[in-house]
């Protein structure tokens, strides 16, 4: 979002300096000649080519004060964001408020997962325990029991020993 508007800052201040200077400009063999063109007439269209836009002061002020104006606003949103987030206490199980039912579950899914880091092996039957486990929880927690054990069969930390997905 920031970056668009920079970007629509910078072709702006380009036009700006573009439209300021637009007057024809000898090509080819004029240019080595060191010929000067002419002003185009009022109802001429005149097509320039790459220039460096060169800004004045008062459009470089004003380009910075809205480049300050939307870091500060995207500043702003981002604590925001952060200030809305949901503080996590130092058991996720709570976060989601389970039935007692859910909480054993979420335990039965927690240790089947520690146990398998552990033993650096992740087998069927884990995958058959774990899955039946997680068929009655939030989808968040099953992110957050999951998450560990993805990591550590992507990094090599545990060894998936059967076929089919983890879970």
Same mark, same amino acid.
């Given at each position: 979002?920031?970056?668009?508007?920079?970007?629509?800052?910078?072709?702006?201040?380009? #036009?700006?300096?573009?439209?300021?200077?637009?007057?024809?400009?000898?090509?080819?063999?004029?240019?080595?000649?060191?010929?000067?063109?002419?002003?185009?007439?009022?109802?001429?269209?005149?097509?320039?080519?790459?220039?460096? $836009?060169?800004?004045?002061?008062?459009?470089?002020?004003?380009?910075?004060?809205?480049?300050?104006?939307?870091? #500060?606003?995207?500043?702003?949103?981002?604590?925001?964001? $952060?200030?809305?987030?949901?503080?996590?206490?130092?058991?996720?199980?709570?976060?989601?408020?389970?039935?007692?039912?859910?909480?054993?579950?979420?335990?039965?899914?927690?240790?089947?997962?520690?146990? #398998?880091?552990?033993?650096?092996?992740?087998?069927?039957?884990?995958?058959?325990?774990?899955?039946?486990?997680?068929?009655? /929880?939030?989808?968040?927690?099953?992110?957050? /029991?999951?998450?560990?054990?993805?990591?550590?069969?992507?990094? #090599?930390?545990?060894?998936?020993?059967?076929?089919?997905?983890?879970?």
């Amino acid at each position: 979002m920031v970056v668009g508007a920079v970007c629509a800052a910078l072709g702006l201040g380009a #036009g700006i300096a573009v439209s300021r200077t637009a007057s024809p400009t000898p090509s080819g063999d004029a240019l080595r000649a060191g010929a000067v063109a002419a002003p185009a007439a009022p109802s001429q269209t005149i097509v320039v080519g790459p220039a460096t $836009a060169r800004l004045g002061e008062d459009d470089k002020a004003a380009l910075r004060a809205l480049i300050r104006e939307e870091l #500060g606003a995207e500043r702003a949103a981002a604590a925001a964001r $952060a200030d809305a987030a949901p503080s996590t206490s130092a058991d996720p199980a709570q976060q989601w408020q389970l039935s007692p039912e859910g909480l054993q579950a979420f335990d039965r899914a927690r240790s089947r997962v520690d146990d #398998g880091l552990a033993r650096g092996a992740w087998t069927e039957d884990d995958r058959a325990e774990l899955r039946a486990s997680l068929a009655g /929880l939030p989808t968040e927690a099953r992110a957050e /029991l999951v998450r560990p054990l993805i990591n550590a069969v992507n990094e #090599g930390k545990v060894h998936f020993a059967g076929h089919g997905p983890l879970f």
